[in-house]
DNA sequence: TAGATTGTTAATCGATTAACAATC
DNA sequence: TAGATTGTTAATCGATTAACAATC
């Protein structure tokens, strides 16, 4: 075992490899090799066996590894165990399905408190949860060990809130806002960002066959 | 001009260059350097002024970018002014809150039909949008030029969904759900499934520190 | 002109892939 | 043993960054 600093690419990728992994436990499968991942994931092979070794030898040579096995190393590698205590800011409806979605997921991430300035949302209900004002963030987050802040704001907004939330002591922001934020370097900051993917995604539906197609430049 | 085969890492940060640059167009910015957006998105200035150069000469030497041009020009390689229709199917919370989402962006997407396969959703409006069986779903889909669908169903039932899509003669897919989709490599898929952001999010703020623990490491 | 900043080439860095000895 | 597959080193590939001539 080697503990080498980890890429984001890696950390990026154990994910993929637990939700592939929990499908085949789900399927009973009891074993799987690097190239059955990797088909399944569109991945080199090697890549996935590089990616595992960074954490440990978790298979078995002229067999591959167990499914099973293999899962839990994983998710004590992303620590999924622990549940961490989220809090949620903006009670809209893109905050209102995320609440609904962690109900019923088992997640390691729970929502556990919801924010919002609107005079109206304030005081109503989501699932058992009440939605809190604004005014209420930092006291809140403190009494309850709340270590990450989900931000499902208006974009003109989230700066505001990501700084409230860095003044509470947050430790980590999952942003929705289509919107670039400022933070201290010991935050972290992960973009959930779907217009950028479709604008992304709108890229290459619109030069579908430039890459076989190198006539067809438009130089002026 | 050149135009060789672009990354797609080059194409993720396009849409950051146009995000940034309609917030100095609001605050009426004229003219930008490579440098200024560089710190604004914590990339390098080499690389922004790269990226850009992939797709013509956008600059002026000892002035920067003019921000109003740069923003026509970035939104023609995007091809943003042309509006796509898209097809969303599941009408849940998640549904429900991307086709709000949908109403006020001026975006290049435009959610033209919904779908849902529940009695009890089928026949509700959402918006001016009233939800369809996906019985109808190759129908309307071929009937509107639809060429995007967003799936926002459980994971279980996205590759059904997907399948559906394939044959309905899509071009690209936007799947929320947290299942990885086996599509024909002709259509393009792209992922915003943020349970997977949550799992890496929660990685570091686990392994917070681990990166400056040189001491800590356990090697043989 | 002097200062600034682009577009682009060359150098560097890091991530992916190939190859293979070890071994189940 | 023969076949399969890991863990790991070395080779390759591609992306990022540095450097700088061109020029506004």
């Known amino acids: 075992m080697k503990q080498t600093k980890i890429s ?34 569109d991945l080199n092979p090697a890549q996935i066996r590089k990616d595992l070794a960074y954490f440990g030898e978790f298979g078995r040579k002229g067999v591959g590894y167990d499914v099973v096995y293999l899962i839990e190393k994983i998710r004590q590698i992303l620590k999924v165990n622990q549940t961490i205590k989220v809090a949620l800011i903006g009670a809209g409806n893109l905050g209102l399905a995320l609440c609904n979605y962690n109900k019923y997921s088992k997640d390691n991430m729970q929502i556990t408190a919801v924010f919002d300035n609107h005079p109206e949302k304030v005081g109503s209900s989501i699932g058992h949860l009440t939605v809190q004002p604004m005014s209420k963030l930092a006291e809140s987050i ?79």
């Open 8 to 41: 984001e690419a890696v950390v990026k990728r154990l994910p993929l490899y637990l939700q592939v992994l929990n499908e085949l436990h789900a399927r009973e499968v009891q074993t799987v090799s690097s190239q059955e991942l990797g088909v399944k994931l």
């Open 142 to 220: 403190k009494e309850h060990n709340i270590r990450v802040g989900i931000i499902t704001v208006p974009a003109h907004e989230a700066q505001n809130v990501a700084n409230e939330l860095t003044n509470a002591g947050i430790e980590g922001i999952l942003n929705f806002a289509p919107a670039i934020l400022r933070v201290p370097e010991e935050i972290r900051i992960h973009y959930a960002d779907f217009t950028k993917e479709l604008l992304s995604l709108a890229y290459y539906l619109n030069h579908e066959g430039d890459e076989n197609d190198e006539s067809a430049m438009d130089t002026e």
